[in-house]
């Protein structure tokens, strides 16, 4: 009862606000009228490794100045896919997804994500998936290296000289240029207002296509929340202990897991020491190519791996057992097969581009000496080093300000996110008067999926109002997976 008399006070307090921001704020342009799109698509099928069917859509490119200021210059494809709407009398304005990393292509992570998290939106809407330039089919930019074989000064080193193999001018491949590409999209398409979803960095490039075009936005979902002024691994070190130590909480709150691993915390903390004291060969076969791996486990290389593996709680739940296994017996199979199936499948030539320009030089040393004396230690410093030799763009005098906006929006967060948890959200619900801040009990980076939330995210789209959402509490039925005790499974 007390959830629905807060929620309903949440509702007013917001229509309240949004009357005051309204009074302040002069009646936004209208919009221009859709026109007839000017983008030849042709039929084409979307799949995913281990998907046994594909989806249907509808393909094409853009052709785009890589440098928007040479329009004569050279040209760049932005590949684009657009997962048609089942009903004969579909809405008139899509669902754009923006990928997260960045360096996720939209195209290669909508197959696994439609039937769960936007197959009820497909239903009367067209979905959007435009390859972020640097990804996908998008003039694609990967750094060849193999991670798993190199040393950590060899890894930095190979993505030191990345920029020299690029096909492309990696200043032109930034958040600002991806917006530019987004407008024209919209237009080639024939669309007047648009849905945006973003997910992790996705929702850094919604904040800023909203800031720069904020009469075609209807709706906003971000997920995995960044504001503006955030940047990569300044506090992950910070953040990810806390996620790390709710883990912990949480097994030691769980009879099975407790009783499993009594001490899970100073075991952890030991093999901080050992690693750092002894790195350990590991050699095994890649879980996903087969080939062998070989290389030093040191402390750095671990805790990366840990930090990866609480990002997604079907991951951490497995990860008192493997953490167990690598202190009694030296056993870093599990940890090393998880993280490595755990791949995110990133461009990486785009993430460079994007992180060197607009994170790296405004990592504050402040957040540098928070992070130092954690778990994972300053996460920023190699970045930092291999961005000392990249190019960078150009970034525009707001990127860091407050978007403000009364375009219906939630926001979607998990308690336990190790690199972007709730607290941004929070910052970011600020400037957003006609928000809703949903938080998943226990849940790590990315909530699209999970319990009600799909629904909560349909029938914002459908009603483009707060208020006709069902009861968002529903949110907190949401919980984590058990623990594994065993690699039989969790206990039943």
């Given at each position: 009862?007390?959830d629905?008399?807060?929620h ?7 229509l309240v606000?949004?009357?005051i921001?309204?009074i ?13 799109p ?6 084409c ?6 998907m046994a ?7 094409g ?14 040209q ?17 304005d899509?669902l754009?997804?923006?990928?997260g ?20 939106i497909?239903q009367?809407?067209?979905v959007?998936?435009?390859d ?27 993505l ?14 930034t958040?600002?240029?991806?917006v ?18 973003g ?16 009469d ?5 979902v ?8 955030f ?14 130590d709710k ?7 769980d ?6 691993f ?5 075991e952890?903390t ?8 002894n790195?350990v060969e ?12 070989h ?29 167990h296994?690598?202190?009694a ?9 998880q ?5 995110a499948?990133l461009?990486?030539g ?19 000496a ?9 996460m920023s ?7 000392a030799?990249w ?11 407050p978007v ?10 998990g ?18 008067p ?8 226990g ?12 629904h ?14 069902e ?22």
């Amino acid at each position: 009862m007390m959830d629905k008399i807060r929620h309903s006070a949440r509702r007013v307090l917001r229509l309240v606000i949004l009357g005051i921001f309204l009074i302040g704020c002069a009646a936004p342009a209208t919009p221009t009228p859709a026109v007839a799109p000017t983008l030849p698509l042709e039929d084409c099928q979307l799949t995913a490794p281990g998907m046994a069917e594909s989806i249907r859509a509808r393909c094409g490119e853009l052709s785009v100045p890589e440098d928007p200021d040479n329009p004569g210059g050279r040209q760049i494809a932005l590949h684009v896919a657009v997962a048609p709407a089942v009903s004969r009398s579909p809405q008139p304005d899509p669902l754009f997804l923006l990928a997260g990393g960045p360096g996720q292509s939209a195209i290669e992570a909508y197959p696994v994500m439609l039937t769960a998290a936007f197959g009820i939106i497909n239903q009367d809407r067209d979905v959007v998936l435009l390859d972020q330039r640097g990804t996908g089919k998008s003039n694609p930019l990967q750094c060849e290296l193999h991670e798993d074989t190199l040393s950590d000064a060899e890894v930095t080193a190979a993505l030191q000289t990345c920029p020299t193999t690029l096909d492309a001018d990696a200043r032109f491949y930034t958040t600002e240029m991806a917006v530019s590409d987004l407008e024209a999209m919209r237009i080639a398409l024939g669309y007047d207002q648009i849905n945006l979803y973003g997910a992790s960095y996705g929702t850094r490039l919604a904040q800023a296509y909203l800031r720069r075009h904020p009469d075609r936005v209807r709706t906003l979902v971000l997920d995995a929340v960044v504001s503006p002024d955030f940047t990569i691994y300044a506090s992950a070190g910070v953040d990810g202990a806390a996620a790390l130590d709710k883990m912990f909480a949480r097994c030691q709150a769980d009879s099975a897991c407790q009783s499993a691993f009594p001490d899970l915390q100073a075991e952890f903390t030991a093999l901080l020491t050992r690693l750092e004291e002894n790195p350990v060969e590991v050699s095994l076969a890649n879980p996903i190519t087969g080939e062998p791996l070989h290389f030093e486990m040191t402390r750095a290389r671990f805790t990366r791996m840990v930090f990866a593996l609480l990002y997604a709680p079907e991951v951490t739940a497995l990860l008192p057992l493997s953490l167990h296994a690598a202190y009694a017996d030296g056993n870093f199979a599990p940890l090393v097969t998880q993280a490595t199936a755990s791949d995110a499948g990133l461009y990486q030539g785009l993430l460079y581009a994007v992180v060197c320009t607009e994170d790296a030089p405004y990592v504050a040393p402040e957040e540098i000496a928070q992070s130092a004396d954690t778990y994972f230690g300053d996460m920023s410093e190699s970045l930092r080093e291999v961005c000392a030799t990249w190019p960078r763009g150009d970034v525009p005098a707001d990127h860091t300000a407050p978007v403000t906006s009364n375009v219906p929006t939630l926001l979607l967060s998990g308690e336990a996110d190790p690199i972007t948890p709730p607290r941004y959200a929070e910052q970011v619900a600020q400037t957003l008067p006609n928000s809703e801040h949903l938080i998943a009990p226990g849940m790590g980076h990315g909530n699209i999926i999970r319990g009600c939330i799909p629904h909560l995210v349909s029938d914002l789209v459908k009603h483009a109002s707060l208020d006709e959402l069902e009861d968002v509490a529903c949110v907190q039925a949401i919980a984590p997976p058990p623990f594994f005790v065993s690699f039989t499974g969790p206990t039943p």
